[in-house]
């Protein structure tokens, strides 16, 4: 079975700074990881997506995410956080080698950030 | 081009109703799933439909049904709808090629 944990329920930065939103996975075979954000009111918008090649994935709105296969982590991070950034984020997971096509979402974190 | 669009927007039931919620998908994208978002159980996966085809199952009772016609679109059913089903109902469509979905704004759903 898949798993996606977002170990924090809330994150609180000052604007300016760098903003980091956690995310670990567990998948038998190999996994294709998601960002997504949801304002208040409105579906969830893609962020950005791991699926093979380069580690460091770049996204929308200045985001980016770290893979690291040996401590499963798929971390959200951005180098300075705007007021616009606060929202609820959720990471995914899927597995095609054995799930195609179903997607296991996290329990969202909600980053606010502060003027 | 068009995002995906979800039909209506807000609902009031009452609980041993049923209901019918309506997905388009963006042009071109074949594959339609559903979820369901509720405060304490976040996302859940529904089901997952590809060219008129469920494709994927989540763990939902029998009273939660869907279908897809031949130009994409999807429905879901929700029969004998009990409280619990109170919640914001997301549909999300994609390219089969690209992986991530786009969602709709989803249909909030109330069961009194």
């Known amino acids: 079975a898949q798993s996606v944990a977002q170990p924090e329920d809330q994150v609180n930065v000052a604007e300016g700074n760098p903003l980091t939103v956690k995310c670990t996975y567990s998948v038998s075979g190999n996994p294709y990881l998601f960002w997504y954000v949801q304002y208040p009111n409105r579906g969830l918008q893609f962020l950005l997506k791991y699926i093979t090649g380069d580690n460091l994935v770049k996204g929308s709105y200045g985001f980016e995410a770290e893979f690291n296969k040996s401590q499963t982590s798929f971390h959200l991070k951005k180098p300075s956080a705007l007021v616009s950034d606060s929202a609820l984020y959720f990471c995914?997971?899927?597995?095609?080698?054995?799930?195609?096509?179903?997607?296991?979402f996290g329990d969202g974190t909600t980053l606010t950030v502060k003027p | 081009k068009a995002g995906v669009t979800q039909t209506p927007r807000y609902l009031i039931k009452t609980r041993g109703q049923q209901v019918t919620l309506s997905c388009s998908p963006i042009?071109?994208?074949?594959?339609v799933s559903w979820y369901q978002q509720t405060p304490g159980q976040g996302l859940q996966f529904l089901f997952e439909?590809?060219?008129?085809?469920?494709?994927n199952k989540g763990n939902f009772p029998g009273r939660f049904s869907g279908r897809q016609f031949s130009n994409s679109r999807s429905e879901m059913n929700v029969s004998t709808l009990e409280l619990g089903d109170s919640a914001l109902y997301l549909c999300?469509?994609?390219?089969?090629?690209?992986?991530?979905?786009?969602f709709g704004p989803g249909t909030r759903l109330t069961v009194t």
């Open positions: 999300a469509s994609q390219w089969d090629s690209t992986y991530e979905q786009y």
């Open positions: 042009s071109g994208h074949r594959s």
């Open positions: 439909y590809f060219s008129e085809t469920q494709r």
């Open positions: 995914a997971v899927r597995d095609f080698n054995t799930n195609a096509g179903k997607s296991t």
